[in-house]
């Protein structure tokens, strides 16, 4: 583990993070971090996440909710809507990204880059800090004992899910 000097203090490079700062407030940050570096107190770390956030994740959507979702025009939307569709056909059944992407005709990239985009759009548009993503995400390893992530939903929210697209939700095809 190596160590880096800064001002009077050492962090490891694991206490270190990338921050996006506009190119004409960098000195700016830099006089503000050597001003905290002369400061003789700790730096605390972030806590760590509790249960209960990790418990929120993977509960039932709402219909309400759910119909917000599949109305909206993105193309994430219509990938994860596409997602949702299949994991809804298998409730409870775990598929791996590679699967997904077979099954709808698309790229691996493309189903993990919606998933990415996935995460964005609930956290600005939805509840996430309630509900988390209208989907299960596991990992796991496969027969081939290679490393995998898998998605599911529940029979509840695939029985919700089936529910707004039979009344109007975003069809796809």
Do not use: C
């Amino acid at each position: 583990m190596s160590r880096r000097h800064i001002g009077q203090g050492t962090a490891t490079a694991e206490e270190f993070v990338h921050l996006a700062v506009p190119a004409e407030y960098v000195d700016h940050i830099a006089r503000l971090i050597e001003d905290l570096d002369r400061r003789p107190r700790p730096i605390p770390r972030p806590a760590p996440r509790s249960q209960t956030a990790r418990a929120r994740h993977g509960r039932e959507w709402p219909v309400a909710e759910l119909r917000r979702f599949a109305n909206g025009r993105s193309r994430t939307h219509r990938t994860v809507t596409a997602i949702l569709d299949l994991l809804s056909e298998r409730p409870g059944h775990r598929l791996p990204v590679g699967d997904i992407a077979a099954e709808l005709g698309s790229s691996v990239d493309k189903v993990i880059g919606a998933m990415g985009g996935l995460t964005r759009i609930v956290k600005s548009h939805h509840d996430y800090a309630t509900y988390g993503l209208p989907l299960q995400r596991t990992s796991g390893t496969r027969p081939d004992r290679s490393a995998a992530v898998y998605y599911s939903v529940t029979p509840e929210q695939a029985r919700r899910w089936l529910r707004v697209r039979r009344n109007g939700g975003n069809r796809i095809g």
